[in-house]
């Protein structure tokens, strides 16, 4: 994409999946900007082991490459700034407005899932060339573009949670528009990440675009699961739950929306 860092895109007809394959390359020592995107997955990957659907040509499956200059208690805006820009790609593509649910899926009006995003960090390797680049983080994103065209098409788990911008929009969408327009609207958003003002700037627009403060939620931890209102996103990307007279703050887990937020 010229003007931007991502100019090193490879384009997989099939891959297991886009986030193995950057991980790999950044063990090896790729820099900051490359992009992996694919026709096909055969093992795409959801988080907590689980998997991402998506029959062959018909979504965006890509994985960025980022080395931001992010203290490491930050690291999650370097998924939310994938996210956001995702979302003002299928604005400007598809006319569709998203919305974020913590921690980073993007969800229609109606509350049905139409992206999620992964970030994988592999902190423990070291660089081979001594540490002069800073630690990867390898941001994959699965956007809905074309598929599913109805509820006909999609696995009975999945029907009634999640949709596309084809449906939403009514008409087919071009996943490269939508990848391009994507990458476009990251660069200034990646820069952001590398300074103090910047990474306050995303994080604001990030509770900005959040759906789940303000709605009821349960939240589902490994060994316990509790109900309340979520509050707000603290600037550490905690989401902050009214329960029982207290706040929690949730770092990590499932968040289910238990009603849209009115
Ligand atoms: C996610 O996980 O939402 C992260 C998905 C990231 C996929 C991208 S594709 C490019 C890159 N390469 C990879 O290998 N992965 C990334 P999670 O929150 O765990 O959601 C997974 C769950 O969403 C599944 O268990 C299903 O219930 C549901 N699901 C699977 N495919 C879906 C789809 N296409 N649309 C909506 N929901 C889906």
């Known amino acids: 994409m010229p003007g931007t860092r991502f100019t090193d895109i490879r384009r997989f007809a099939s891959v297991d999946s886009t986030n193995r394959y950057l991980l790999d390359e950044a063990r090896a020592g790729a820099p900051d900007g490359v992009v992996a995107v694919a026709e096909h997955q055969s093992a795409g990957r959801g988080r907590l082991g689980r998997r991402w659907e998506a029959p062959r040509g018909t979504n965006l499956l890509v994985s960025v490459l980022l080395r931001p200059d992010l203290p490491s208690d930050l690291r999650y805006l370097a ?120 990474r306050l700037r995303q994080g604001g627009d990030l509770r900005s675009a959040c759906l789940t403060v303000g709605t009821p939620v349960r939240v589902e931890l490994a060994d316990q699961v509790f109900e309340g209102t979520a509050t707000d996103v603290t600037a550490e990307g905690h989401l902050l739950v009214e329960t029982g007279g207290q706040t929690r703050s949730v770092v990590a887990g499932d968040v289910v929306h238990l009603r849209p937020r009115d």
Not at 84 to 93: H, S, T
Request: with cysteine; hydrophobic share 50%; aromatic share 2%.
């Open 79 to 198: 998924s939310a700034v994938v996210a956001l820009a995702a979302a003002e790609a299928a604005e400007e593509v598809a006319g569709v407005h998203l919305g974020v649910k913590w921690p980073n899926d993007l969800l229609a009006p109606d509350g049905r899932k139409v992206a999620g995003v992964l970030a994988e960090a592999d902190l423990a390797e070291p660089e081979p060339d001594g540490g002069e680049l800073l630690p990867p983080i390898v941001v994959g994103i699965g956007i809905n573009v074309n598929w599913p065209a109805g509820d006909a098409d999609l696995p009975e788990e999945l029907v009634g949670t999640a949709t596309s911008l084809r449906r939403l929009a009514d008409r087919p969408v071009d996943c490269g528009a939508v990848l391009a327009a994507l990458l476009e609207a990251l660069e200034p958003r990646a820069a952001d990440l590398g300074n103090p003002p910047g």
